[in-house]
C-alpha cells in the first residue's frame, strides 16, 4: 500500500482526533483493550494498533466503532456547491452493521464524485492535483473496497474542501465482556 502525504496538517490531525474518540469512547464505557476485542473478535493487539493509529483503512475503523456502539460519519465539507451530508440518505442505511459500513463507504465515494462534479472539476484536474491519471481518479471513485482515511482526505484538498471526520455515538448499550 502507498501511502501520500497530506494535502494539508489539518487532515493528520482529523485522524488523530478520530483515533483519540474511539479510545476516548471505549474507556468512557469502561472497556479494556482486550474486552473490546474479544467482544468484537480481534486481538488485544489489533485494537492497541487501531488506537496508537497504525490502521487508517476505513473498514478497521468503522468495526472498532461497532464495538463501542458508534459510527464513524465522513462526508465533503467545505466544498463549493454542498453539502454533502445527506441526512434523508441515512433512511436507506441497511440494518446490517456490515452492510451498513459499506453503504457508508460507497456513499461518501458518491459524496467525494458528485462533490467534484458541482465544482467543475474533471477527473484529469483532480488527477494532477493529486499527481495521478484522471484514469486514477475514475478507479477511485468507483472502489469497492480497502478505502483509507488518508486517500478521501486528500481528494478533498483535492477539489478545495477537506474530509469531515465525525463519530456518532448510537443510542443503544453495549454489552463488551469484563
Do not use: K
Not at 473478535?41 to 463501542?68: D, F, K, M, Y
Not at 452493521?97 to 465544482?119: G, H, K, V
Amino acid at each position: 500500500m502507498i501511502l501520500f502525504d497530506d494535502l494539508h496538517p489539518d487532515d493528520h490531525t482529523a485522524r488523530i482526533n478520530l483515533r483519540n474518540m474511539l479510545v476516548e469512547r471505549r474507556v468512557d464505557l469502561g472497556y479494556s483493550q482486550a474486552a473490546l476485542a474479544q467482544h468484537i473478535g480481534a486481538s488485544q493487539g489489533w485494537v492497541a494498533n487501531i488506537e496508537t493509529g497504525t490502521n487508517w483503512h476505513i473498514a478497521v475503523l468503522q468495526r472498532l466503532a461497532r464495538g463501542i456502539n458508534a459510527r464513524i460519519v465522513l462526508y465533503p465539507d467545505g466544498v463549493p456547491g454542498g453539502p454533502y451530508d445527506n441526512p434523508a440518505a441515512g433512511l436507506f442505511r441497511p440494518t446490517d452493521p456490515t452492510d451498513a459500513d459499506r453503504w457508508d463507504q460507497q456513499n461518501l465515494l458518491a459524496d467525494l464524485a458528485t462533490a467534484r462534479e458541482a465544482t467543475g472539476l474533471t477527473r484529469r484536474q483532480v488527477g494532477e492535483r493529486l499527481g495521478c491519471s484522471g484514469s486514477a481518479v475514475g478507479n477511485y471513485e468507483r472502489t469497492r473496497t480497502g478505502l483509507v482515511l488518508i486517500s478521501p482526505q486528500r481528494y478533498c484538498r483535492a477539489i478545495g474542501g477537506r474530509l469531515a471526520v465525525e463519530l456518532e455515538h448510537l443510542d443503544a448499550a453495549v454489552a463488551v465482556p469484563a
